[in-house]
């Protein structure tokens, strides 16, 4: 079975035109896969898109659509329509130019855009080639047919798909994280009222340990002020912390 990939790249090669002038309509230029950069600690791991990676999909034509935050009710392009389009720079990365519909939030976006209030690419994908170089995953082979590259206000962490964690856990030698889902699924009993089973009360235990220790490296690895992301994560481990004592 194929399980989704989430990652993202800070914005490279960024340039927003107008292509008409009368009618405002606005294209768009950007880099949204990076090639042989090294990703943020993923949990004791890092991983590596690999030079040519989307090579062998790209030439198959695939069916990407060019959205903001992965939404697809803010679809700005799609490749099988013509109105976006997805070229690989050998050795760099995949770049996305896309003549963006002519509307409102496209228009919001390029203002936040031109004004560096978003900075992030982000893209959807599937693995089809990879292997590990002691701790770090090199990502050989990705599929894009059905995914979407995204402009994203704030990606706060990669999403990886549970095999990928497992795999992960397997090569680190470290227990893998709680799976979102299951943690979100037990927060959701508890707001409906129903008593955390031993299980879900480990679960929620295991996750605010992990979501505990994420916010400590990220403190000791970025002192200055704190993005929005991160207190989102505080709340959330508050949160953990009252549900846990239940």
Known sequence: M???????????????????????????????????????????????IMPGAATRTLGMAPDVRFLINHDPNLLLGRTASGTADLSEEPDEGVDVDARMADVSYARDLAVSLERGDIDQMSFGFWVTADGWAGNTHEVFGIDLDGGDVSVVT?????????????????????????????VT????????????????????ADAHDALGALLEAADRSAP???????ERARHRLRELEMLASL
């Open 224 to 230: 200055g002020p704190q993005a929005y992301p991160h």
């Open 2 to 48: 194929r399980t989704r990939e989430v990652r993202a790249f800070p914005l490279q090669n960024l340039r927003i035109t107008r292509a008409d002038e009368k009618l405002g309509r606005l294209e768009f230029h950007g880099r949204s896969i990076v090639y042989d950069s090294l990703s943020e600690d993923m949990g004791g791991w890092r991983e590596r």
């Open 185 to 204: 699924r037990a927060l959701a009993e508890v707001r409906a009222g129903k008593v955390l089973s031993a299980t879900n009360r480990q679960l929620v």
């Open 154 to 182: 704030y990606p706060a962490f990669a999403a990886t798909s549970a095999e990928l964690r497992s795999a992960a856990a397997r090569h680190t030698g470290r227990e893998a994280a709680p799976e979102p889902e299951a």
